[in-house]
């Protein structure tokens, strides 16, 4: 399914937008919201679903809101506190996915001293905490069994973690979210989710686009100008972003593109209208680099669960 997703404030979508975008898209025809309790803006993100509701453009029903549980937040009590408090800032009573963002624990920063609490302690460093994925994991079940969310899922996992999950889940993992673009297409790890079906969805589907305002694109060239997606963009009367969109889609892979702009907006949610070729696929697959451009390793060399 396509969707709008509701990036963290300092990339973009602000909260004085964030209720506008978000009614907009709906109005659009966007269905599922991408969002997390890292990108500040649950509040305003869940006005504009209020607003659209209230204004008879869907019903709740007709939504699949996603939002992710922080690094802080993975000891067992945490993790239902803040669910509960994010249901909140939503104004909804249960998400349709929650998912493990990181498969990182930090230590818990209570929500009235600082929220959201991000990567670094009040003095600038970062301070890991020793909560198993096994604890998070059973408190994330008991969040279904008490129908605050609905699916619950991983993300930024890679296989040997999502195994480990596997042997003792109750509910197993029913999406995997993870970097995915033609610099990072992870051919085996949508092979083992397939395998296990666990849906993955993909994130920054646009390679270096939105980690260029921050600086942070490891100097890796556009995706969306490439000679190899506009030649296929062409083929199709299609946009570059429209192609690479569909790659992911036509992998078997969900798509979750990020815009602020109502064009763009729209434009993003028509991408399984047309169909690559074989060859235009395997051209653009051909562009993988290994390039991951959301790296925690990049933080502190103790994050670095992609290693
Ligand atoms: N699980 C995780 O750890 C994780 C990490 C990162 C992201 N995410 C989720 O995935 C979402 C998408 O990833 P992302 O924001 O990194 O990247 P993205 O969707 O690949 O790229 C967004 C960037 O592309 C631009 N853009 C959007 N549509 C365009 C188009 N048709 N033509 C040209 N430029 C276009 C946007 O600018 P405009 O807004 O100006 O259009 C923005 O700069 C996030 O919002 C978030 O919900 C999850």
């Not at 978000?22 to 649950?42: F, H, M, S, T, W």
């Not at 504009?48 to 996603?66: H, N, P, Q």
């Not at 959201?116 to 003095?123: L, N, Y």
């Not at 570059?240 to 979750?256: D, F, N, P, S, Y």
Request: some cysteine; glycine content about 6%; aromatic content about 8%.
């Amino acid at each position: 399914m396509a969707s709008i997703v509701l990036k963290r404030t300092q990339q973009k979508v602000t909260k004085s937008t964030c209720a506008d975008t978000v009614y907009n898209a709906i109005k659009a025809g966007y269905r599922l919201l991408d969002g997390a309790g890292d990108y500040g803006n649950e509040k305003e993100a869940g006005e504009g679903v209020r607003r659209a509701i209230a204004d008879g453009l869907v019903k709740r029903e007709d939504l699949f809101i996603t939002s992710k549980l922080w690094n802080t937040f993975h000891a067992h009590d945490h993790v239902k506190q803040i669910t509960k408090m994010q249901l909140g800032l939503w104004g909804i009573d249960y998400f349709d996915l929650f998912l493990v963002h990181f498969p990182i624990a930090l230590k818990y920063v209570d929500p009235s001293h600082r929220y959201p609490p991000e990567w670094f302690g009040d003095d600038g460093k970062v301070y890991t905490q020793n909560t198993p994925m096994h604890e998070t994991w059973g408190a994330m079940e008991e969040l279904v069994d008490e129908k605050l969310a609905k699916n619950i899922g991983l993300s930024n996992c890679q296989g040997s973690l999502i195994l480990d999950v596997l042997r003792y889940a109750k509910y197993e993992p029913q999406v995997l979210q993870v970097e995915l673009h033609p610099y990072l297409t992870q051919e085996a790890l949508v092979k083992l989710c397939k395998t296990f079906s666990i849906a993955v969805t993909a994130y920054s589907s646009f390679g270096p686009q939105s980690y260029v305002e921050l600086g942070v694109d490891k100097g890796a060239p556009s995706l969306l100008k490439h000679d190899v997606t506009s030649s296929v963009a062409k083929n199709h009367g299609k946009t570059e972003a429209q192609v690479l969109l569909r790659w992911a889609t036509q992998r078997g892979v969900a798509v979750i593109p990020k815009s602020n702009d109502l064009g763009r907006l729209s434009a993003n949610l028509d991408c399984n209208s047309f169909d690559l070729s074989e060859s235009e696929l395997a051209a653009l697959s051909a562009l993988n680099i290994n390039l991951r451009l959301n790296d925690p390793a990049d933080i502190d060399g103790r994050l670095a669960i992609f290693a």
